[in-house]
T-cell receptor
Framework: GAGVSQSPSNKVTEKGKDVELRCDPI?????LYWYRQRLGQGLEFLIY????????KSGLPSDRFSAERTGESVSTLTIQRTQQEDSAVYLC????????????FGPGTRLTVL | GIQVEQSPPDLILQEGANSTLRCNFS?????LQWFHQNPWGQLINLFY???GTKQNGRLSATTVATERYSLLYISSSQTTDSGVYFC?????????????FGTGTRLQVTL
């Protein structure tokens, strides 16, 4: 079946502009996660959705970052007034909301802020 | 929060050699996953293994939850095994939540 998909695959933007990143989870997966990976580093958690609500937003680095999910499906991560330190790969994952919560990752969006 | 340490940070092997990667974690876990990040950045699921032992081809993994560590074994390594191996854990809160990643082991397999 189809895996997690993300778009765009690459995004280059100028400092100060807003960007929107999209994630399509695996069909039927109730849980959706956003992570960030800076160059040469591990993944940092940003936000987790259970259905359309976000019980854990603890990883969002500032109020410039927001995310929403609709229809228990697609999610968008929005970064306002982008800064150079926002440059990273943004990865989305999805999983079943159960005791067996294996997470499956999309290919990521590489964001470069000039 | 829960801490995850991986060792070694870097590993160079000749094709055909075996290796063991280690993951230590600081608290009880509901979920532990091993991933391979290929040179194109894609995270590939290797094992979902909060406890016990699993094998998949040349790869196997063991998690000893009571001692808070997991091991990933790679046998007869191939050049396609190159990349970064991540261990990630979900803390034992009883509800589905985030994965905390280690900093990874960078593996290079040479001919």
């Amino acid at each position: 079946g189809a895996g997690v998909s993300q778009s765009p695959s690459n995004k280059v933007t100028e400092k100060g502009k807003d960007v929107e990143l999209r994630c399509d989870p695996i069909s039927g997966h109730t849980a959706l996660y956003w992570y960030r990976q800076r160059l040469g580093q591990g993944l940092e958690f940003l936000i987790y959705f259970q259905g359309n609500s976000a019980p854990d937003k603890s990883g969002l680095p500032s109020d410039r970052f927001s995310a929403e999910r609709t229809g228990e499906s697609v999610s968008t991560l929005t970064i306002q007034r982008t800064q150079q330190e926002d440059s990273a790969v943004y990865l989305c994952a999805s999983g079943r909301l159960s005791s067996y919560n294996e997470q499956f990752f999309g290919p990521g969006t590489r964001l470069t802020v000039l | 929060g829960i801490q995850v340490e991986q060792s070694p940070p870097d590993l160079i092997l000749q094709e055909g050699a075996n290796s063991t990667l280690r993951c230590n974690f600081s608290d009880s876990v509901n979920n532990l996953q091993w991933f391979h990040q290929n040179p194109w950045g894609q995270l590939i699921n290797l094992f979902y293994i909060p406890s016990g032992t699993k094998q998949n081809g040349r790869l196997s993994a063991t998690t000893v939850a009571t001692e808070r560590y997991s091991l990933l074994y790679i046998s007869s390594s191939q050049t396609t095994d190159s990349g970064v191996y991540f261990c990630a854990v979900e803390g034992g809160t009883g509800t589905a939540s985030k994965l905390t990643f280690g900093t990874g082991t960078r593996l290079q397999v040479t001919l």
